[in-house]
């Protein structure tokens, strides 16, 4: 469970985390301790310089985006040894086990996670554009979240180069979360 705990860290705004299972709330301290550290890195920051700077406070939100379909498009190296499809399957399917104590929208979006592919699409440009296009809908005033594929296209080998460097720093950051919390639960 301390897995999906990470996938809430996106879907708990308005949400009392006393409420949830103590793995959620260990796997959504990960995630945000892993945003910190991702948000501070000269790496990241230099990836957000490259972008054209109408994007604002939105390259924080690009970046991330884009190092998530880094990490996808080259799961077999970064990920766990099996496929991505492998992978999203595996997730699926704690979701699925674990639904009751899931953050509502974290629940209502699953179904919709499963039939669009959604883990499997960030694997590939255009279904990053299809996630910014989604993202850029669901945000209440205009934003240019929607164009921001272009910019990866754009920089593409240099946002790919500056994410192969920072994820090995990144899996040293991350395992030293898993110490205080100790072994990984599903």
Same mark, same amino acid.
């Given at each position: 469970?301390?897995?999906?705990?990470?996938?809430?860290? $996106?879907?708990?705004?308005?949400?009392?985390?006393?409420?949830?299972?103590?793995? @959620?709330?260990?796997?959504?301290? &990960? #995630?945000?301790?892993?945003? #910190?550290? /991702?948000?501070?890195?000269?790496?990241?920051?230099?990836?957000? $310089?490259?972008?054209?700077?109408?994007?604002?406070?939105? *390259?924080?939100?690009? +970046?991330?985006?884009?190092?998530?379909?880094?990490?996808?498009?080259?799961?077999?190296?970064?990920?766990?040894?099996?496929?991505? /499809?492998?992978?999203? !399957?595996?997730?699926? *399917?704690?979701?699925?086990?674990?639904?009751?104590?899931?953050?509502?929208?974290?629940?209502? +979006?699953?179904?919709?996670?499963?039939? #669009?592919?959604?883990?499997? *699409?960030?694997?590939?440009? %255009?279904?990053?554009? /299809?996630?910014? &296009?989604?993202? !850029?809908?669901?945000?209440?005033?205009?934003?240019?979240? %929607? &164009? =921001?594929?272009? &910019?990866?296209?754009?920089?593409?080998?240099?946002? =790919?180069? $500056?994410?192969?460097?920072?994820?090995?720093? @990144?899996?040293?950051?991350?395992?030293?979360? #898993?110490?205080?919390? =100790? *072994?990984?639960?599903?």
């Amino acid at each position: 469970m301390l897995r999906l705990g990470n996938l809430c860290g $996106d879907f708990v705004r308005g949400v009392d985390l006393g409420s949830l299972h103590p793995e @959620l709330q260990r796997g959504i301290a &990960q #995630h945000r301790a892993i945003d #910190h550290f /991702a948000d501070a890195h000269r790496l990241v920051r230099r990836s957000r $310089d490259r972008l054209d700077p109408g994007f604002g406070r939105f *390259s924080g939100v690009l +970046i991330d985006v884009f190092y998530d379909h880094f990490l996808a498009r080259d799961w077999r190296v970064h990920g766990d040894g099996g496929t991505l /499809a492998e992978f999203a !399957a595996m997730v699926h *399917s704690l979701l699925d086990a674990h639904a009751p104590l899931l953050p509502w929208r974290l629940q209502q +979006i699953t179904p919709w996670m499963r039939q #669009h592919a959604w883990l499997v *699409s960030y694997a590939h440009v %255009g279904g990053i554009d /299809a996630v910014l &296009q989604r993202m !850029a809908n669901r945000v209440q005033r205009t934003t240019p979240l %929607g &164009q =921001g594929a272009a &910019q990866l296209r754009a920089h593409y080998d240099e946002l =790919g180069r $500056d994410f192969a460097a920072f994820w090995p720093e @990144l899996e040293t950051f991350a395992a030293t979360l #898993h110490e205080p919390f =100790g *072994s990984e639960a599903q």
